[in-house]
């Protein structure tokens, strides 16, 4: 396994993981600079980024759900 991947390689490594995101989403996610990424030519995404980006949005949830945040602005 290569240790960078393409958009659509981390498309499909994302619906793997459980996490829908269509290669166009990711796309804007990455120009808005919320996924960490690599600038080599064209943007690649590591698996160890990605994990961990994906952790920090499940937890956000838990925290939300739990009603840790009073107002929206927290949430970010």
Known sequence: MTE???IKQASEYLIAKGFEMKPA???KKIQRWEI???DIGRP??????LD???ESRRTRARRWRKGEYDDLSMAR
């Open 52 to 54: 961990r980006w994906i």
């Open 36 to 38: 960490p990424f690599y």
């Open 44 to 49: 690649k995404l590591k698996r160890s980024d």
């Open 25 to 27: 989403t990711l796309r």
């Open 4 to 6: 960078f991947l393409s």
